[in-house]
């Protein structure tokens, strides 16, 4: 089947088309990251204990006090991939009032019927970054200080206060409401997407890598060189495949990078097994023996005029091994010896929070559990598009 009717195939697929819309969405969440989430602090780990476990939709006012310490901005780009550092206490507060020179507030205390404690802030040390023990006094109705990086300022009460009034007291809605440690589930999901992605992309990426080198080498070469490989495989085929990763990853330590590595390098040999079949066939085709009769070398007639008409069984179980990569590292994850908080993974939020599945806040649980289950559903059918797209025995039919 040509490239045009396996693409038509594909989209009249309606299971298939849904999976891709949903993938293209998760990854442009992925890619976009901190940009579009409420916590766009690293790892979205901005901790309120005060506000743990908040129902979905609770408002909550923060008073925003600046922290004396000098700030490094980053690109845009920077800010998207990795976050962006809080420069910005933020106290959840009930109420806020103003005594001479202080800002009063009570800390948020989730109930009308129980008052938070009462804290106090000088009015500048809300809104300036200002050195410890140098606070300024008010004098006939203004502040004469110099910040922590050198700049002077000069402000009257009453500016100060409607700055104040402006930019330091906000109201934050917790669409998902907040985990165990205060922290926005929302937030924290929608950034846990870029782990289940980008393991399936590593994994999958290290896998075609290992996969389609030795299964060309085997099915081309064959003879010893092809018995050597498939040893190989057979053995690493015997292991449970999660007993693997757990030893590999092991070796390699705890981490983000290291599970993806685990993952990719228990993997290959499915794709090795299939190539070497592709090649053991396609090997013997005319066209193979012409380019042999016309002394190509045996690089070029491989990556030329094998491996692309090859291609179609190894992309159908990418797909699979993409939801595999998924499970695995939520797995991996939930028993604690993948990626490790406070990195973001839907595994670590099942682990964080099954225990509240028995209570009144199954959702912790079951939120990032029904992520892993879609993106895992969506893959699973885009594979099986892929299969009924690309399977050129349904054409000869």
């Not at 002077?152 to 109201?171: F, M, R, T």
């Not at 179980?317 to 991996?332: R, T």
């Not at 028993?335 to 682990?351: A, E, H, R, T, Y």
Request: charge should be neutral; hydrophobic fraction near 50%; aromatic fraction near 10%.
């Amino acid at each position: 089947m040509n490239r045009r009717g396996a693409i038509q195939t594909l989209v009249r697929n309606k299971a298939a088309l849904v999976s891709i819309i949903f993938i293209s969405l998760s990854a442009v969440v992925a890619l976009l990251g901190y940009i579009i989430v409420p916590d766009s602090a690293p790892y979205a780990n901005t901790q309120h204990i005060e506000l743990s476990t908040l129902s979905p939709g609770t408002d909550v006012n923060f008073l925003l006090v600046k922290k004396n310490s000098e700030y490094k901005e980053h690109s845009f780009f920077y800010n998207m991939l990795f976050g962006e550092k809080n420069i910005y206490i933020s106290v959840p507060v009930d109420t806020i009032s103003f005594s001479g020179d202080n800002v009063v507030v009570t800390e948020y205390a989730g109930s009308d019927n129980i008052k938070g404690l009462e804290h106090s802030y000088h009015i500048i040390d809300v809104c300036y970054s200002v050195k410890q023990g140098e606070l300024p006094d008010l004098v006939n109705g203004y502040y004469s200080f110099v910040d922590i990086s050198g700049e002077h300022h000069k402000i009257s009460y009453s500016d100060v206060k409607q700055a104040l009034l402006n930019n330091n007291i906000v109201e934050e809605s917790f669409l998902l409401g907040t985990d165990r440690y205060g922290r926005d589930m929302l937030s924290r999901l929608l950034i846990g997407t870029r782990v289940s992605l980008s393991v399936g992309f590593i994994s999958v990426a290290i896998s075609l890598i290992f996969g389609i080198f030795l299964g060309a080498i085997a099915g081309y070469y064959r003879g010893r060189v092809d018995n050597a490989i498939m040893w190989l495989v057979n053995v690493v085929w015997s292991v449970p495949t999660l007993l693997m990763v757990i030893a590999i990853t092991m070796i390699l330590g705890k981490g983000f990078w290291q599970v993806f590595i685990a993952i990719g390098l228990t993997m290959w040999v499915e794709v090795a097994r299939v190539v070497r079949g592709q090649v053991l066939s396609i090997r013997e085709k005319e066209y193979i023996e012409a380019a042999r009769a016309l002394a190509l070398s045996n690089y070029r007639i491989i990556t030329r005029h094998i491996l692309p008409n090859a291609l179609n069984p190894v992309i159908i179980i990418s797909a699979a091994n993409f939801a595999s990569a998924i499970l695995i590292e939520a797995g991996l994850s939930f028993l604690g010896i993948g990626v490790q908080p406070p990195v973001p993974s839907w595994g670590n939020m099942i682990k964080e929070h099954y225990g509240y599945i028995i209570m009144d806040k199954a959702y912790l649980a079951i939120a990032p559990g029904v992520a892993i289950m879609l993106m895992v559903l969506a893959f699973t059918l885009l594979g099986n598009g892929l299969r009924d797209a690309l399977d050129t025995r349904s054409e000869a039919n």
